[in-house]
Structure formats: C-alpha cells, structure tokens
C-alpha cells in the first residue's frame, strides 16, 4: 500500500500534473476552448469582436485590460462564472 501511495504521490508533483492545473492561466488553450463553446456562435472572429471594443483597451496593460474584459464579458452574454476569469484572461493576450 505504501507503495501505491508514493506513487500517488510522485505523480501528482510532476510537472505535467501541475500543467494541468494550470489551464486556466494567461494564454493557455483553456480560454480559447471558452470562446469556442461560449462565444462563436455569434462572435466568430476573435480579432473582430476584440476590434470593436478597443477603444476601451488600447493602452492598457493585459492585467487592466483582463479586469474591463471580464466586467464586459459579465454584463454581455455571460458563460459559466468559473470561466469568465479564464475567458478575460485570455482575450487580455490577444
């Protein structure tokens, strides 16, 4: 059993299992998964829909540009709560 357990273990300390928890930073595929299944169906074009609101955006710096994003994102078509920080850290990026 002991040895079960420090496998268990040595696992969960690996990079990779950590990458995993780490989808949700900035620039991780996890945002743009977010607009593909939220978002595209009516906003297709990341860059265009981005376009629109850039007279808000230019500027500033991505972790200011993430709050305005994620304000916006919460008072349009808003995905799932957990995802809208992921989603506005994302777009922050582009």
Request: a negative charge.
């Amino acid at each position: 059993m002991r040895g079960v357990l420090a496998v268990v273990l040595l696992v969960l300390a690996t990079p990779a299992a950590r990458a995993e928890e780490g989808a949700t930073t900035i620039g991780e595929p996890a945002g743009e998964a977010i607009w593909e299944a939220d978002c595209a169906g009516c906003h297709r074009d990341v860059d265009r829909a981005l376009a629109r609101v850039s007279w808000a955006l230019t500027g500033q710096p991505p972790p200011e540009r993430a709050v305005w994003l994620r304000d916006f994102i919460l008072n349009h078509h808003t995905p799932a709560r957990d995802k809208v920080e992921v989603l506005a850290a994302w777009l922050a990026q582009r």
